[in-house]
């Protein structure tokens, strides 16, 4: 489950005409923004004074006129305040990438993986707070494991807790004593609800659910599993465009390979070039072919290492175009570059494999075209890791991935073939710190001719707790190499120290051959 700011905004008008008009403007009596919705004009927020004299969202503008007569009207104005929430959620891009307006008054910020740069949850909403405090935006921040939970804390939670951090699987108990209003309902479903008396979330919680969906329908129950978290949501968090971006529009849609084939070169060419004149490189394109029917068909590569070779991208893009259905016509090409990072230099295309034999001269350009095809996951290198266990020693590592200068130290004799996991064996030895003089492995008896150790390895507290069903001795391997009659080399280990009236624990962990 992620992490989910909620930001509500309190008379989000008001605040934004206050922050958008010099001071000296300012009306001087109490202030109150007003729509006109059918034939009633009525108050959609208003401000501390008026507030104090009673004046409330929802009123009609001639009875806030008749309490107090000196207050001053101002038309509503939706978009400006739209554009302001979305200026805002554009700011708000400092604590996470993934923010989005909850208009009309409020943001999403998803903080999933972010909040530890800010010292955890504590000090990313102590930092929001303040600076929203000191730009004069009151507001209200909830931070929960759904949107629903954040959104109803942020809303409905205790009005002197200006911010709430609620703990993973406490939703349940957070959100019982909070009005159903806090689901996110619509006012007709709110009051449909209270007349049954259904009044707090937990009401809904504790009624059968079969008897809710059939009189109420599946909104309030959808509401209710998304704010506990047990139903996703989905939030379009906005992102910021992208310049490495290019786009060519036919006259007439077109639909033949060789087609798509001379589109993907146009727009390749264009945006290598604006990655050449930056001296950017991308690792990753996406082409977009937008059908006359409107769906989108996609066609994407990631290369090993940057690249703004236009041949080279645009041949591999070629590769995936036997996935593209055109339809009916695709009339709009898109390519677009992610992952994009400073390149040096003038790069040189793919070495071209025209015969049998052709020598691959770039091998950046070779594991290009094999990950395209199979997968990038598939493909890998052996690394060193500074570890003694044998397990954790070799790590996988991109195949074109800068050599990390850690190293085996020398002297390490491993086996060539070390199995996933150890499996036991049947051994006997002579004496307990002896090698095994006998072991049995895969239904076979293998009779010990040589054997050479041990080598003594302990597990590394350093690195991880000790488990705690098993003591330090019990952790200790001492590994043998062993040749049986037939000349067959293993490595073996016996687990643990040897003790009086406990027979050893014998594991095969690798073979020489």
């Known amino acids: 489950m992620g992490r989910i700011v909620s930001l509500w905004l309190p008379n989000w008008p008001i605040t934004r005409l206050k922050l958008t008009t010099p001071e000296n403007a300012w009306p001087a009596e109490p202030v109150a923004v007003v729509e006109t919705i059918g034939q009633r004009r009525q108050v959609v927020a208003v401000d501390d004074r008026g507030w104090a004299a009673g004046i409330r969202p929802q009123q009609?503008?001639?009875?806030?006129?008749?309490?107090?007569?000196?207050?001053?009207?101002?038309?509503?104005?939706?978009?400006?305040?739209?554009?302001?929430?979305?200026?805002?959620?554009?700011?708000?891009?400092?604590?996470?990438?993934?923010?989005?307006?909850?208009?009309?008054?409020?943001?999403?910020?998803?903080?999933?993986?972010?909040?530890?740069?800010?010292?955890?949850?504590?000090?990313?909403?102590?930092?929001?707070?303040?600076?929203?405090?000191?730009?004069?935006?009151?507001?209200?921040?909830?931070?929960?494991?759904?949107?629903?939970?954040?959104?109803?804390?942020?809303?409905?939670?205790?009005?002197?807790?200006?911010?709430?951090?609620?703990?993973?699987?406490?939703?349940?108990?957070?959100?019982?004593?909070?009005?159903?209003?806090?689901?996110?309902?619509?006012?007709?479903?709110?009051?449909?609800?209270?007349?049954?008396?259904?009044?707090?979330?937990?009401?809904?919680?504790?009624?059968?659910?079969?008897?809710l969906a059939r009189r109420f329908g599946a909104r309030p129950l959808l509401r209710l599993d998304q704010a506990l978290g047990r139903a996703e949501e989905t939030v379009g968090f906005r992102r910021p465009p992208t310049p490495w971006f290019a786009r060519l529009a036919f006259p007439e849609p077109v639909g033949t390979p060789e087609d798509l084939q001379r589109a993907i070169a146009v727009v390749t060419a264009e945006l290598c070039a604006r990655l050449e004149a930056r001296m950017m490189g991308a690792a990753q394109f996406a082409a977009d072919f937008h059908r006359v029917d409107g769906r989108r068909q996609t066609a994407a590569i990631r290369t090993a290492l940057p690249v703004r070779d236009a041949a080279r991208v645009a041949r591999l893009l070629a590769e995936r175009l036997d996935r593209v259905d055109p339809g009916f016509g695709v009339e709009v090409v898109t390519l677009r570059a992610d992952r994009v990072a400073p390149l040096d230099g003038r790069q040189t295309g793919l070495s071209k494999l025209e015969d049998e034999g052709a020598a691959i001269g770039d091998l950046a350009g070779f594991v290009d075209i094999v990950g395209n095809r199979i997968g990038f996951d598939r493909i890998w290198r052996p690394a060193a890791v500074e570890s003694h266990l044998p397990e954790r020693c070799v790590a996988a590592a991109p195949p074109l991935a800068p050599a990390e200068?850690?190293?085996?130290?020398?002297?390490?004799?491993?086996?060539?073939?070390?199995?996933?996991?150890?499996?036991?064996?049947?051994?006997?030895?002579?004496?307990?710190?002896?090698?095994?003089?006998?072991?049995?492995?895969?239904?076979?008896?293998?009779?010990?001719?040589?054997?050479?150790?041990?080598?003594?390895?302990?597990?590394?507290?350093?690195?991880?707790?000790?488990?705690?069903?098993?003591?330090?001795?019990?952790?200790?391997?001492?590994?043998?190499?062993?040749?049986d009659e037939a000349g067959r080399r293993f490595w073996v280990y016996r687990a643990g120290l040897y003790r009086t009236g406990e027979s050893a624990r014998w594991f095969l962990h690798g073979v020489f051959d």
């Open 60 to 211: 009609k503008a001639t009875d806030a006129r008749a309490v107090l007569p000196t207050l001053a009207l101002i038309p509503a104005d939706h978009a400006a305040d739209a554009r302001a929430l979305a200026r805002l959620a554009r700011w708000a891009g400092r604590y996470s990438p993934a923010v989005a307006p909850c208009p009309p008054d409020g943001l999403w910020i998803d903080i999933t993986g972010c909040a530890h740069l800010w010292g955890g949850e504590e000090g990313l909403v102590d930092d929001l707070a303040g600076r929203l405090r000191r730009r004069g935006l009151p507001g209200r921040i909830a931070v929960a494991g759904s949107f629903g939970a954040a959104w109803a804390l942020a809303h409905h939670g205790r009005a002197e807790r200006p911010i709430h951090i609620l703990p993973d699987g406490e939703e349940r108990a957070a959100l019982s004593p909070l009005p159903v209003a806090a689901l996110r309902l619509d006012e007709d479903a709110v009051q449909a609800l209270r007349r049954i008396g259904l009044t707090k979330v937990g009401d809904l919680l504790a009624a059968p659910r079969p008897g």
């Open 405 to 483: 200068v850690t190293a085996w130290p020398e002297g390490w004799v491993r086996p060539l073939r070390l199995l996933r996991r150890p499996e036991p064996i049947e051994a006997i030895a002579q004496v307990p710190d002896d090698p095994p003089s006998t072991f049995r492995w895969a239904g076979a008896t293998h009779k010990v001719r040589r054997a050479d150790g041990p080598e003594r390895i302990a597990y590394e507290w350093w690195r991880r707790t000790k488990p705690e069903d098993r003591s330090e001795p019990e952790m200790i391997r001492d590994y043998y190499r062993v040749e």
